[in-house]
């Protein structure tokens, strides 16, 4: 070697630190890469991230030849360091050691570090050109890799490790909430609150919302002819719960829409409506709005009545209910349901006791607890384990309240304030 001229030992070591950098730039872009994002690609027909695709699909074959290629490279810079300081030191200790530094900060620098830092900040920049190279090398060196992949596989086999097994790249349904909530300047805001309204129907219940069962407009087969047909005619909803005697007894669902012809019959009323009534879907309580979603899609139906376990009606879910929880609300109200929320001058609401605290959430854009009691009314008793009486103040989660009318030892309207600033 000591007829190369020393110019050209700096030229080599320059190149091979080059080729050093290229495996260490290549390594770490591949194993940064977002997987979505490159399936994506794929699929758009994009030439390189087919190849790393293929190149990903065998990690250790990859491996083996970014690190077989960049310790041989590393090697002979170390070599060419050593010659290079021997013929401008001598061969004393202090050369040896000057050498042991040289090649090592050569290599953490300029092969390393610097390559890696890039090649995390892009790596879909780095990996989908380098793909081009890597996977000719591969197949060059695929005897070497295929040799020394058995060792690695021995080695793994006496340690009980099965990485052929291991789990793919999956999220989690929390991991999916935090990655859209994170990349929200990506998705418009609407999309976005659909997509966390998604996240949410394993764990909202019909219960959540309901209409409770003293809000519920059904006919009582057991009124009088002429209730019934002034009922039919003025009522708000196109299916109203048919019952007799109590509301507990429901023995159908009838569909305005297929009765207001035989209203104009003189000798329409209570069997007539019998002979139209449509069986009764009922709904235990509890049952996840996602699962109900999907039973009233196989049963076809868009109407239920909730009941708890001992068969008493606690109230009525319909399909619309469930869409406002993704989409938010979009169909009207009937009058008695639209003045539940009233905006006040001095920026208070004036809200009804028994509307729901999800409804009450959503509108307000405040956060009342939701995982215990389900209306407002049932939220302010368990607070205060006793029935408040009009005048009554307090705050719940940060929310000043004052209780404005009770009747028959229920909340009947609050006063519901602005959530209070922190104090500084």
């Not at 950098?21 to 890469?33: D, K, P, Q, V």
């Not at 039919?232 to 196109?238: E, L, V």
């Not at 048919?242 to 159908?252: A, D, I, K, S, T």
């Not at 169909?331 to 609401?349: L, M, R």
């Amino acid at each position: 070697m000591d007829e190369i001229p020393l110019a050209a030992l700096y030229g080599a070591l320059a190149v091979l630190l080059i080729i050093s950098g290229f495996f260490s730039i290549s390594e770490t872009s591949m194993m940064a890469l977002n997987r979505y994002r490159l399936r994506h690609l794929a699929k758009q027909g994009h030439t390189g991230a087919r190849v790393t695709t293929a190149l990903l699909a065998k990690t250790d074959r990859l491996l083996g030849v970014i690190l077989l290629g960049n310790n041989l490279v590393n090697a002979a810079s170390a070599l060419l360091v050593g010659e290079i300081v021997r013929r401008s030191l001598g061969d004393s200790e202090l050369a040896l050691a000057v050498a042991t530094g040289a090649v090592t900060f050569a290599i953490l620098v300029f092969a390393e570090i610097t390559p890696k830092v890039v090649a995390a900040a892009y790596p879909e920049r780095i990996a989908l050109p380098s793909s081009f190279v890597l996977a000719p090398l591969l197949r060059v060196l695929h005897p070497v890799v295929w040799f020394i992949n058995l060792f690695v596989k021995a080695l793994l086999w006496l340690t009980r490790l099965k990485p052929e097994k291991a789990v793919g790249h999956t999220l989690t349904m929390e991991e999916l909430r935090t990655l859209v909530l994170e990349e929200s300047h990506f998705i418009p805001k609407k999309h976005r609150s659909i997509l966390l309204n998604l996240f949410d129907l394993e764990s909202i219940t019909v219960d959540d919302v309901m209409t409770p069962r003293n809000h519920v407009e059904a006919i009582d087969l057991d009124s009088p002819d002429e209730a019934i047909r002034k009922q039919i005619g003025t009522c708000y909803h196109t299916r109203l719960p048919v019952y007799q005697g109590e509301l507990n007894n429901v023995v159908g669902i009838v569909h305005v829409r297929k009765v207001l012809n035989l209203l104009q019959g003189e000798e329409f009323g209570a069997e007539a409506l019998k002979q139209v009534l449509a069986e009764p879907y009922f709904i235990p309580g509890g049952t996840p709005l996602f699962s109900q979603l999907q039973l009233f899609q196989e049963n076809q139906k868009r109407i239920g009545l909730v009941v708890d376990e001992y068969g008493e009606l606690m109230g009525l879910v319909t399909l619309e209910d469930i869409l406002e929880e993704i989409i938010g609300e979009f169909t009207t109200h009937s009058p008695a349901q639209s003045g539940s929320i009233v905006a006040q001058e001095d920026g208070s609401w004036l809200v009804e006791g028994s509307c729901l605290l999800r409804e009450i959430n959503r509108k307000l854009g405040i956060a009342l607890p939701v995982d215990g009691p389900k209306t407002l009314n049932g939220l302010i008793v368990e607070h205060l384990q006793d029935i408040p009486e009009a005048g009554t103040s307090l705050k719940i989660a940060n929310h000043p309240m004052e209780i404005v009318q009770t009747q028959d030892r229920v909340v009947k309207v609050v006063k519901v304030f602005p959530p209070l600033r922190d104090a500084a």
